[in-house]
């Protein structure tokens, strides 16, 4: 168990961290790129501007953690159970969501282009201050999801749907 430990400027490259409990923890400015977090839990825990390329979070319950400034390209989340999840102007692009069932995620001013989500629905998430020029998600997982009207279009062609442009 990892409690009120902060890390800061640390490399844990290719490292990985099974069945670990990190309770009130703080990764500041660390690069865990294609680092593995399996069937652990993240309690009260905060990565700040953080390099996470590749990360994977796998069977991960994660409670009041936060995710600000961090670079999280092709970062894959799979079967975990997230409580108060936060991502604020991180980048997500090609990110995996696959099973996850979350509790009040908030997703700020990130970048989300070609995240993919599977059996991970984004009803009554809010994403309109993301940007994203497109997403992989199903009809179903999209319903709910609160947008910006710019981002309309993007979405109304997940469900099929075409628009027309305005004739004079």
Same mark, same amino acid.
């Not at 670990?20 to 660390?30: G, N, R, V, Y």
């Not at 989340?77 to 979350?102: I, M, R």
């Given at each position: ?11 844990? /490259? ?24 399996? %069937?652990? #839990? +993240?309690?009260? $825990? ?8 590749? $990360?994977?979070? /796998?069977?991960?319950? +994660? ?17 975990? /159970?997230?409580?108060?999840? $936060?991502?604020?102007?991180?980048? #997500?692009? %090609?990110?995996?969501?696959? &099973? ?7 997703? =700020?001013?990130?970048? +989300? ?7 991970? $629905? #984004?009803?009554?998430? =809010? ?7 497109? #997403?992989? @998600?199903?009809?179903?997982? /999209? ?5 910006? &009207? ?10 099929? @749907?075409? +628009? ?5």
């Amino acid at each position: 168990m990892a409690i009120g430990i902060v890390f800061e400027r640390c490399h844990f /490259v290719d490292c990985t961290f099974s069945h670990i409990d990190f309770t009130d923890a703080s990764f500041l400015h660390c690069d865990l790129s294609n680092c593995t977090f399996s %069937n652990s #839990l +993240l309690y009260r $825990t905060a990565f700040t501007n953080c390099k996470m390329v590749g $990360t994977k979070f /796998v069977g991960m319950t +994660l409670t009041a953690t936060s995710f600000v400034d961090c670079l999280m390209e092709r970062a894959a989340f799979e079967e975990s /159970v997230w409580k108060h999840v $936060t991502y604020q102007a991180s980048t #997500l692009t %090609n990110s995996d969501w696959y &099973a996850v069932k979350h509790d009040h995620l908030l997703i =700020d001013r990130c970048e +989300l282009t070609d995240a993919r989500f599977e059996e991970t $629905t #984004l009803n009554g998430v =809010d994403i309109s201050t993301s940007q994203f020029s497109a #997403l992989h @998600i199903s009809k179903d997982d /999209v319903e709910g999801c609160i947008i910006h &009207a710019e981002q309309a279009p993007i979405l109304l062609a997940i469900c099929g @749907i075409r +628009l027309k442009e305005a004739v004079d």
